[in-house]
Structures are given as structure tokens and as C-alpha cells.
């Protein structure tokens, strides 16, 4: 029981330093994209979703004592800054960030089936309820981007033909 808990922390706190990370990554995207509104405005909304997430998290991480060791916002800030330069600088910009996110939202997905398995093993049905929630949001950003991916490709197809900005 001791070592499973002590699993479970660290893959919260890992958790919890990816959403740190999505939330940088999502804003610096989101600040770069210019002719894409309808992505852009679907980004948006899952940043507030991300934060809101990174949040539920830390108040899981909070109940645990001594967890304060697996918080690694920072080394999640650096390393959110490099993902969000990525491809920043391609000239298909914008469907290598739709890729990008739709990439992230599946490892996201991955994340919390193995959390909401060992939270199950632990009784701790409080973390399943938070991470079922959290899930359906990831699943539902990834169910959006598998449409769009499709669109986002064809707008930038279009719009390069044209000589219009493309890349964002
Ligand atoms: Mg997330
Ligand atoms: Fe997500």
C-alpha cells in the first residue's frame, strides 16, 4: 500500500508539472496565431480549462504530506517555454501546432487513465471524480482537433495558394 501511494504522488505531481507546461505552451501558441479564430478561440477555452486543471490537481497534491518535493512547476515552465518555440518558425506554423496539441491532449488522455487506475487501487475516489472530469475535457479537446485538423489543413493550403499569410 505504502509503495502504491507513493507511485500514485509522483504521477500526480508529474501531472501536475504537464499542465503547468500545457498552460505556457497553450498561451504562447495562442498569441501567435492570427487567421485561424475559430482554433484560436477553441485554444483559449482549453487554457482556461488547463489552468483550472493545473488547480485541481495541486489541491489533490496539497492533502498529501510531504508532497510538496514533487511540485516541479518550475523545470515545467522551462521546458513549456522550448515546446512552445517549436515549430514556431516553420512555415506551416499552424498545422504543426494543431499536430502539436493533438499529439499532447493524447499523452494527456494516457496520463489520467493510468491516475484514475492507481487512484481506484488506492480508494481514493475523490482523485477519480477530479481526474474524470479532466479526462472528458482532454478527450473532448482531442475529439475537436481530429475534426479540425482537417479544416486547419486545408484553410492553410488554401490561404498559402493565395499568397495570403498561411503559417498563422
Ligand atoms: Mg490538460
Ligand atoms: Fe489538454
Avoid: C
Wanted: proline share 1%; charged share 25%; net charge negative.
Amino acid at each position: 500500500m505504502a509503495h502504491s501511494l507513493d507511485h500514485f504522488i509522483v504521477w500526480l505531481g508529474d501531472a501536475h508539472a504537464m499542465e503547468v507546461q500545457a498552460t505556457a505552451m497553450l498561451r504562447a501558441q495562442i498569441a501567435r496565431i492570427e487567421n485561424y479564430p475559430e482554433l484560436r478561440e477553441r485554444m483559449q477555452q482549453h487554457l482556461i480549462e488547463t489552468e483550472a486543471q493545473a488547480e485541481a490537481l495541486r489541491k489533490l497534491l496539497d492533502r498529501v504530506p510531504g508532497s510538496g518535493s514533487v511540485l516541479k512547476e518550475v523545470a515545467g515552465r522551462l521546458s513549456a517555454v522550448a515546446q512552445g518555440v517549436t515549430g514556431m518558425l516553420a512555415a506551416d506554423e499552424v498545422v504543426k501546432t494543431t499536430m502539436a496539441i493533438y499529439t499532447f491532449e493524447h499523452s494527456e488522455i494516457a496520463t489520467y487513465r493510468v491516475l484514475i487506475a492507481a487512484a481506484d487501487e488506492l480508494g481514493d475516489t475523490e482523485a477519480v471524480d477530479v481526474f474524470e472530469k479532466i479526462v472528458s475535457e482532454e478527450m473532448a479537446m482531442a475529439a475537436w482537433l481530429e475534426t479540425h485538423l482537417d479544416v486547419v489543413t486545408r484553410l492553410y493550403l488554401m490561404r498559402d495558394e493565395r499568397d495570403l499569410l498561411a503559417k498563422r
